[in-house]
């Protein structure tokens, strides 16, 4: 679809790549920057480090250690650590304004803010041995990123600031794999001062989304489709179209409808005068094993770990035939929900399920007119979520 809407679109755009054409055409500069460059264009500061998982997958995570205009304090202040969603990356919490993005307005009051990344995406694409060409690279789905990518990624940051606990964000997929982590492993979990989901995913049984399509395909039928490493990339096609199509005026709803395919959006809470950057950023990829895992969440309506296809492959990964279910009920981390009525991935009904296994509700708000991207998107987060969430912080800082 991409690539008919760039071609049709080839011939319309001939303006410059950068800044206003005769026609009223903007791209907004962090269109064309990676993770860091928008974090310093916007005047914040930021560091980078490369996280090496237990089985060596090379995770980009990023800090911005204060706000704009503040002094580098000595005295150590609250982490909070933010991890994004599915086929997305840690550019979801900078990608709008810094008065509606919630990883700048946390460095403004005062939080030292690191960004995660899930393996397999565009910023963590490395390993010490394996070729991100190989099949063997992509052999991977929440699990690993439960039992791998968040305690190789929470401990670093703990060594590095020498603080004992932190705040842990977390959006849709990123709400999943807090929930598998926190319930399995308990030194882990005793580093969470407080767990927030936002649009919170644990088991898929009433999504409406479009991806429960992989659902009604055999295994190896998605493989052909899709093959068995990368799941939709960001590539050079996505590029053109978010700085040469999308910045146009006249292509923002059927952008934003490509866009958030899987997702949904809502037209009235959406900044659409920056769907360039959006898309700039997005997709930024997993493996087609992590999509085929979804699926089998969706199919199965149980949070479980990923079915390798057969008895004696789940026997030599699990040490049982059948793969085993998570209990999130065994978490006990204080943890807050933010939830959408108009969610077509975190489905009402399948929220409603959840509440009764948080052994630690601390809070529970349903906002009716949220949908999937509003939590990280919408523009008046601030307000429906951010305020609250940063409350919440506060308070617990102060007991």
Request: net charge neutral.
């Amino acid at each position: 679809m991409w690539q008919l809407l760039a071609a049709a679109c080839w011939i319309l755009i001939p303006g410059p790549t950068y800044g206003c054409d005769k026609k009223g055409s903007i791209t907004n500069p962090e269109a064309y920057m990676n993770i860091s460059q928008i974090i310093s264009y916007w005047g914040y500061p930021y560091e980078e480090y490369d996280v090496v998982t237990e089985d060596g997958y090379v995770l980009g995570i990023y800090r911005i250690p204060h706000g704009r205009g503040c002094p580098r304090r000595t005295a150590p202040k609250s982490i909070a650590y933010l991890q994004h969603g599915l086929i997305a990356s840690a550019s979801n919490w900078i990608c709008n304004l810094p008065n509606n993005s919630l990883a700048f307005l946390l460095a403004d009051v005062g939080y030292d803010v690191w960004l995660g990344n899930s393996r397999g995406n565009t910023w963590s694409r490395k390993h010490l041995k394996l070729s991100p060409k190989s099949p063997e690279f992509w052999a991977f789905s929440l699990d690993e990123m439960a039992k791998y990518d968040l305690p190789a990624t929470i401990n670093f940051i703990i060594e590095k600031t020498g603080q004992e606990q932190l705040y842990y964000v977390g959006h849709s997929q990123g709400t999943t794999i807090g929930f598998i982590a926190f319930s399995t492993n308990p030194e882990l979990a005793e580093r969470i001062k407080i767990f927030f989901a936002l649009a919170p995913v644990v088991t898929a049984k009433y999504t409406k989304s479009p991806m429960k399509i992989l659902t009604t395909l055999s295994r190896q039928v998605v493989k052909v489709l899709f093959g068995d490493k990368m799941f939709h990339p960001h590539t050079l096609i996505d590029q053109f179209v978010a700085t040469k199509v999308c910045s146009q005026k006249l292509f923002h709803h059927i952008c934003s409808n490509l866009l958030f395919t899987f997702s949904g959006f809502d037209p009235k809470n959406l900044n659409t005068s920056r769907l360039d950057v959006y898309l700039a950023q997005s997709p930024a990829g997993t493996s087609v094993q992590n999509m085929l895992h979804w699926a089998q969440a969706v199919n199965t309506g149980r949070l479980q770990a990923f079915d390798w296809g057969n008895p004696d492959q789940n026997m030599m990964h699990f040490h049982q035939r059948t793969p085993p279910l998570y209990n999130v009920t065994k978490m006990k981390i204080p943890t807050a929900i933010w939830s959408g009525g108009q969610d077509i991935v975190a489905d009402p009904k399948d929220v409603e399920n959840l509440l009764p296994k948080i052994a630690n509700l601390i809070y529970h708000k349903m906002i009716p007119h949220y949908n999937h991207v509003d939590f990280y998107l919408g523009q008046d987060a601030p307000q429906e979520i951010y305020q609250d969430l940063i409350r919440l912080m506060e308070e617990c800082s102060q007991n």
